[in-house]
């Protein structure tokens, strides 16, 4: 079982740019999740995925986007970014026992 | 006051020594309680999923849940340096057919050989 996993696991933009971001969930999870964790901070909720439909959000602006497809995998698109969209985004995924499994993150850096 | 507290440390300990981590939370409704260890710039790792009052064992690990005083409780036997890392409390509440996750800040942990 490969668990939760994200790619890239680096990357760097400018800002104003766009980034994507990946998430393929750990076998027979069917929700998804996205986090934004700030140095020190804990995980912030964006949003979460279930049945290819956006099912919760947090507070975070229309810039964060995202998509789940058919086989549950996920992306997380941030437009026009900003130096404070800094962090590790991480995925996390669960079944309907509600536990959470979270992949190494992706770590963004914006210039 | 937050919904959930959690002292950020740093806590700073001996080799073999009996770790205790805490969390106290405000809301009555939470269901699902959950400890997850981080380790620098590494996606959290869930180490104990416990839903009702009562202590469950996993090793050295025993997550301990008093719903009555609204607190629960990670203990760590025989601490080793490689259990230093950020350890996060979860609680979870059901929001009509929604789950809503809650974190604690996370507490820093050093065990020092």
């Known amino acids: 079982d490969a668990g939760v996993t994200q790619s890239p696991t680096h990357l760097i933009k400018t800002r104003g740019q766009q980034v994507t971001l990946r998430c393929s969930p750990k076998?027979?999870?069917?929700?998804v999740s996205w986090y934004q964790q700030a140095l020190g901070q804990g995980p912030q909720f964006i949003f979460q995925?279930?049945?290819?439909?956006?099912?919760q959000r947090g507070n975070f602006p229309d810039r964060f986007s995202g998509h789940q497809f058919p086989n549950y995998s996920s992306e997380l698109n941030v437009n026009a970014l900003l130096l404070g969209d800094s962090a590790l985004y991480l995925c996390a995924s669960s079944s309907n026992t509600g536990e959470l499994f979270f992949g190494e993150g992706s770590r963004l850096t914006v210039l | 006051q937050k919904e959930v507290e959690q002292d950020p440390g740093p806590l700073s300990v001996p080799e073999g020594a009996i770790v205790s981590l805490n969390c106290t939370y405000s809301n009555s409704a939470f269901q699902y309680f959950m400890w997850y260890r981080q380790y620098s710039r590494k996606g959290p790792e869930l180490l104990m999923y416990?839903?009702s009052s009562g202590n469950k064992e996993d090793g050295r690990f025993t997550a301990q849940v008093d719903k009555s005083s609204k607190y629960i409780s990670l203990f760590i036997r025989d601490s080793q340096p490689s259990d230093s890392a950020t350890y996060l409390c979860?609680?979870?509440?059901?929001?009509?057919?929604?789950?809503?996750?809650?974190w604690g800040l996370g507490t820093s942990l050093a065990v020092n050989p």
């Open positions: 995925y279930y049945e290819e439909e956006e099912r």
């Open positions: 416990t839903y």
């Open positions: 076998s027979g999870h069917d929700t």
């Open positions: 979860a609680m979870t509440l059901l929001e009509g057919n929604n789950r809503k996750l809650i």
